[in-house]
């Protein structure tokens, strides 16, 4: 089951690389979906799978849990009287058989005591003597925390004066559920019945419904509950209950990535969400396409002038710059209004918001990529397509109408010679003549006139062709900004689904650690 923790872990890590990388989290909280204490009580020992029972005594300044450890181990191993409130050494007590591993790694050696002892009877149980955690040292409460996740058993010591300590209670709210719980009243020689029905009801509002509760006296030859205390301990100290608590403690660190991951989840916002951002940004494109298009009203009819110029003019130099700062401004003002309704919507806005920042930069040059395009090939081709064809059928009558009116005159003359010859009369006169110019004359220029008045306006062609790229270039700028829409639903749909697979493979509480040993004698 460690190796399916590590397993988790790594998988958890992968997929919040994969979302760090995409702006989905940051890579603070990423860190806090992986990052759990990986100490267990197992990594203290060289011989992880033949290990004892770590049990740890804790508890606040002069309840004297360090001469009640002193009496369960038999020897004085722990430091004692007024000493205690300002040590900060932690104390092992093991069996001298048992190897432990170099700590050095995970604590500093100059606040540990490790001590040995070779009485059987203990051989299977590591005693640990904590620092007392509400002295005024606030270092002694930092030592507790660090050590607590190597522990199997925590007693927890207190005293008829000392058992409602805020402290404590804070710790054990915190901590309740992480561990496996022995609760010893100490020098209940000065105690009353009042105080424990009353301790035992505070531990029943902290979440311990049945706790485990021993009388205990410092006093040495007194009759207490001791005896039955190390009786408890060394009945655990089992090689497969220690099992069973390192498959709850390890279930239990798979709960807390569980929940981490479940929060994480819900965090990267809902599915449905995204056809409703959808219909929003259609929206607000169409009031913004408007304005822009009220605003380049101006510029654009500026920009038809001098494209339409048939001088020889440097078109660069009379090119009119469409995109301004207002445009830009515009723009970004839009965009961010549609970042801000996916974050108000429950989406992480980072994603579509690095989505966007291509956008932001290419829309100039889109705009004018697609203008002068467009105002390129109105010019090429001005006018509409019937007026093209029109004037191209009074181009072909400027030619053929003078040519067949002067075949027709030609025809007159040769004729008229002839018939003047064969009859003597009069060849052709003067106002045969006139009328022949005339209708050459006309035939050319009634062609000649419609196609100069005919002619397309090169403004006006230039101008509708800018409109058009216009239109072009705010419709792929409408486009970009779907489809970034579209590549974040398709990250949420991808980054979600293999969470949810991550979160699948954290299983529950299995019943299998839950046997009737530890449900009799510790409390959960």
Request: proline share 3%; with cysteine.
């Amino acid at each position: 089951m460690a190796y399916e923790y590590s397993d988790l872990i790594s998988n958890i890590e992968g997929w919040a690389q994969k979302a760090v990388e995409k702006g989905w989290i940051d890579n603070q909280f990423a860190s806090s979906l992986y990052d759990e204490e990986k100490g267990t009580a197992s990594s203290l020992f060289v011989e992880q799978n033949a290990r004892p029972l770590v049990v740890a005594f804790m508890g606040g300044t002069g309840v004297g849990k360090s001469s009640l450890l002193n009496k369960l181990a038999g020897q004085s191993i722990a430091k004692t009287g007024v000493e205690r409130p300002t040590s900060r050494e932690v104390t092992l007590f093991h069996h001298q058989s048992v190897s432990i591993q170099q700590l050095e790694e995970k604590f500093p050696l100059q606040q540990i005591q490790i001590a040995q002892h070779s009485e059987e009877s203990n051989k299977n149980v590591l005693w640990i003597d904590m620092p007392d955690f509400d002295s005024t040292e606030e270092k002694n409460k930092n030592i507790v925390m660090q050590w607590l996740p190597f522990v199997d058993v925590l007693v927890y010591v207190v005293s008829p004066e000392r058992y409602r300590d805020n402290k404590a209670w804070q710790l054990l709210l915190s901590e309740g559920a992480n561990h496996a719980w022995i609760f010893v009243m100490n020098q209940w020689d000065r105690g009353v019945p009042a105080q424990y029905d009353d301790f035992k009801t505070q531990l029943a509002k902290a979440g311990f419904d049945n706790p485990l509760i021993f009388k205990t006296i410092s006093i040495d030859q007194a009759v207490d509950e001791l005896p039955q205390l190390k009786s408890t301990i060394q009945e655990i100290a089992t090689e497969k209950t220690v099992e069973h608590l390192e498959l709850r403690g390890v279930q239990q660190r798979k709960d807390s990535v569980k929940s981490n991951l479940q929060n994480c989840l819900q965090l990267m916002g809902d599915k449905k969400v995204f056809p409703e951002l959808l219909d929003y940004q259609e929206q607000s494109w169409n009031q913004t396409k408007q304005m822009l298009k009220k605003g380049f009203e101006w510029p654009l009819k500026q920009a038809s002038m001098a494209y339409s110029k048939t001088k020889a003019v440097s078109l660069k130099k009379e090119k009119m710059k469409l995109w301004d700062e207002w445009a830009q401004s515009r723009l970004n003002d839009y965009l961010d209004d549609l970042v801000l309704t996916a974050d108000q919507k429950g989406l992480p806005s980072t994603p579509l918001r690095k989505n966007l920042v291509e956008i932001r930069n290419s829309a100039e040059k889109i705009i004018h990529t697609q203008t002068e395009l467009g105002c390129r090939q109105a010019l090429i081709h001005p006018g509409n397509l019937i007026q093209r064809i029109f004037l191209k059928l009074m181009a072909i009558c400027e030619i053929l109408l003078p040519l067949i009116a002067m075949g027709f005159v030609g025809f007159q003359v040769f004729y008229g010679f002839y018939d003047s010859a064969m009859t003597e009369e009069e060849f052709l006169g003067v106002d045969f003549a006139v009328h022949s110019v005339l209708m050459i004359g006309l035939s050319w220029l009634i062609p000649y006139f419609i196609l100069k008045k005919m002619q397309p306006s090169l403004e006006k062609a230039a101008l509708k062709g800018l409109n058009k790229g216009l239109d072009t270039a705010m419709a792929r700028i409408d486009v970009d900004v779907k489809e970034a829409i579209n590549i974040q639903e398709k990250q949420h749909k991808e980054l979600t689904e293999s969470l949810k697979e991550i979160i699948d493979s954290c299983g529950g509480q299995s019943n299998e650690i839950k046997n009737e040993q530890l449900s009799r004698m510790l409390v959960e």
